[in-house]
Every structure is written in C-alpha cells, then in structure tokens.
C-alpha cells in the first residue's frame, strides 16, 4: 500500500483560533521541531488579513524564518487573490483553497455561497498560472461540511461530488474532503471516499477530520481502510470550527500516527518527536491540549510492578 502521508495543520488550523497569540519565534521553532518528524506536509499559516485572523498576522515572517527541509511541503491557507499574491512571493509549495458544501455554512463562515467561493477559485487559480513561478505551485481545495452541515443537516453525496469536479475543472489538483464539524461517522466516510475515488482515479484526497464527537480515530480509520492515505491532523489536537457547537477540536496527530504504528501500519514519522513537540503546546498556548498519547504514554510502555 502507498505510504501514508500526513499534512500538519496546528500551526494554522490550530493556532488561528488560539486567544493567546503566539509568538513568531516560537511558531518557527515549533514548524521546524515538526519538519524534522517526517510529516510530508505542514500548514504553516494563513495569507489571510490580519484585521481577520489577528492570530495569523506574522504570516510573512513565519515562513521566511523556517528551515525548509527537502521533502517537506509548506502549505498555507488562502482566502482571495492578494493572499495567493503573497503567498507566491513568500515561496510556498503549495496553497490551499477552502469553501464550504453546503449554502448555509459557507454564508457563514466565508460569506459566500458555494458558487460565489468556486468563482474566486478561478480567479486565485488565473492569477497563480499567470506568473511564472506559479506554474509550480501545487493548488489543493478544502471542501467543509463535506459530511455534514450543522445548519441544513446532511449534505447530499451528489453534490459533493459535482462540487470537487467543479473544482477539478477550474485547474485544482487535489481535494481534501473536510468533517467540519465533527458530524461524520464511518460508514458514511468509507461511502464518500470509495464513490470520490471511484469518479476521480489519479486525483490525490485528503480527509480532514474533527473529534467534535469523538469519532475522529474511527473516522480515519474508515477512509484508510477505503483506500485514503492523505490525512491532515493537528498536533495536540488543536483547532475547531467556531460554527461546530461543542467542538473541541481536529484529529490529533500523535494520537492518529500512534494509531496506525500500533497497527503495524508504516508512517515514516517519528513518534516520539511528535510527542516531544506536543509537549510544548500547553505552555505556548496556555491551556491543556486534546491529545490523549502524550498524556497516556504509547500502548507499548511499560510500567513497574507497584510496592506491596
């Protein structure tokens, strides 16, 4: 089976919603600890506006401060064309656009339907192909609510599906199906996964999942097993949607990786500088994390017999 790959979002996804802001150097020092993990992707950030996202607004200086390591994609979020702009001038590997499946959450969340989102996806798409260095960078597209809309409910299979063709169509070369907010369950999820496949062969998906209701293992699990090897996951467990009542926050990276090693199932990452890493977390962003192996220890640790 095809190595499984795994894109970091905590320094984005995680840290965007963080009421402490934390600081450049230590978001630096905590991407590069994570590069040198084996993860294959990491989310550095966001070109977002810094009115927006306050958390977020040292993008620039984050990714030009970080060790690029051969082998290691840096991806960042953006939201319109001028994001894409400075991401090009930052020198990313690649962008990620995002935009809703379903009307309600994309009116909320992004202001726009999911028309008016596929719109500026062709616009962001015209202004990267036109520059030259543009040609090189790797366009992926976020779909949230993919599995679910907490305002309008289930999100039909057909329309999901028309929505990543549509995407496909404009020029996007990977698609990563998002659980927004934590509604997804397994057998749902290996449903959408075998149909995407199945419609489009060749083109790489990504699953993102939320432990909103704690079925975020279970969830990956059920997508691997359909055939997905592409998985994002936040360190600690960090991030959430503010639209998912009760979120806690994404699928946790050492918890996923822990997961499929003590399956025998290969990751090419280091667990324990995962661990090490999410250690950090606490102290960065003031509060205690999700994650449940840095806490636990993994399966495999032993213990002493207690005293009688």
């Given at each position: 089976?095809?190595?499984?790959?795994?894109?970091?979002?905590?320094?984005?996804?995680?840290?965007?919603?963080?009421?402490?802001?934390?600081?450049?150097a230590?978001?630096?020092?905590?991407?590069?600890?994570?590069?040198?993990?084996?993860?294959?992707?990491?989310?550095?950030?966001?070109?977002?506006?810094p009115?927006?996202?306050?958390?977020l607004?040292d993008?620039?200086?984050?990714?030009?401060?970080?060790?690029r390591?051969?082998?290691?994609?840096?991806?960042?979020?953006?939201?319109?064309?001028?994001?894409?702009?400075?991401?090009?001038?930052?020198?990313?590997?690649?962008?990620n656009?995002?935009?809703s499946?379903?009307?309600?959450?994309?009116?909320?969340?992004?202001?726009?339907?999911?028309?008016?989102s596929?719109?500026?996806?062709?616009?962001?798409?015209?202004?990267?192909?036109?520059?030259?260095?543009?040609?090189?960078?790797?366009?992926?597209?976020?779909?949230?609510t993919?599995?679910?809309?907490p305002f309008?409910?289930?999100?039909?299979?057909?329309?999901v599906?028309?929505?990543?063709?549509r995407?496909?169509?404009?020029?996007?070369?990977?698609?990563?199906?998002c659980?927004?907010?934590?509604?997804?369950?397994?057998?749902?999820?290996?449903?959408?996964?075998?149909?995407?496949?199945?419609?489009?062969?060749?083109?790489?998906?990504?699953?993102?999942?939320?432990?909103?209701?704690?079925?975020?293992?279970?969830?990956a699990?059920?997508?691997?097993?359909?055939g997905?090897?592409?998985?994002?996951?936040?360190?600690?467990?960090?991030?959430?949607?503010?639209?998912?009542?009760?979120?806690?926050?994404?699928?946790?990276?050492?918890?996923?990786?822990?997961?499929?090693?003590?399956?025998?199932?290969?990751?090419?990452?280091?667990l324990d500088?995962?661990?090490?890493?999410?250690?950090?977390?606490?102290?960065?962003?003031?509060?205690?994390?999700?994650?449940?192996?840095?806490?636990?220890?993994k399966a495999?640790?032993?213990?002493?017999?207690?005293?009688?």
């Amino acid at each position: 089976m095809t190595q499984l790959q795994f894109n970091e979002v905590a320094p984005r996804d995680g840290f965007q919603i963080e009421a402490t802001f934390v600081p450049t150097a230590a978001k630096i020092r905590l991407i590069d600890a994570l590069s040198a993990t084996g993860l294959t992707r990491i989310e550095a950030t966001s070109f977002v506006s810094p009115k927006a996202v306050p958390a977020l607004a040292d993008a620039a200086e984050v990714v030009a401060g970080i060790r690029r390591r051969p082998g290691v994609g840096i991806t960042v979020l953006v939201p319109n064309v001028k994001g894409a702009e400075r991401a090009l001038a930052a020198g990313v590997d690649e962008i990620n656009l995002v935009m809703s499946a379903s009307d309600s959450h994309g009116l909320t969340n992004l202001r726009m339907t999911p028309t008016q989102s596929l719109e500026q996806f062709a616009a962001i798409v015209e202004a990267v192909r036109a520059q030259p260095q543009g040609r090189e960078l790797f366009i992926n597209a976020s779909l949230s609510t993919s599995f679910g809309c907490p305002f309008e409910g289930a999100v039909p299979e057909a329309r999901v599906l028309d929505l990543v063709e549509r995407q496909l169509a404009l020029g996007v070369q990977a698609v990563t199906l998002c659980d927004t907010t934590g509604m997804a369950n397994p057998a749902q999820v290996a449903r959408l996964c075998e149909a995407a496949q199945a419609r489009f062969p060749g083109i790489p998906f990504t699953l993102h999942f939320h432990n909103t209701r704690g079925m975020g293992l279970a969830n990956a699990l059920a997508a691997w097993q359909a055939g997905i090897t592409r998985f994002d996951a936040s360190l600690g467990g960090l991030g959430g949607c503010p639209y998912a009542p009760g979120a806690t926050g994404n699928v946790c990276t050492e918890d996923l990786v822990h997961m499929f090693e003590q399956m025998g199932v290969a990751t090419g990452v280091d667990l324990d500088g995962l661990l090490a890493a999410s250690a950090t977390l606490p102290e960065l962003v003031g509060h205690e994390t999700p994650g449940q192996v840095v806490k636990a220890g993994k399966a495999d640790r032993r213990y002493p017999m207690p005293a009688r």
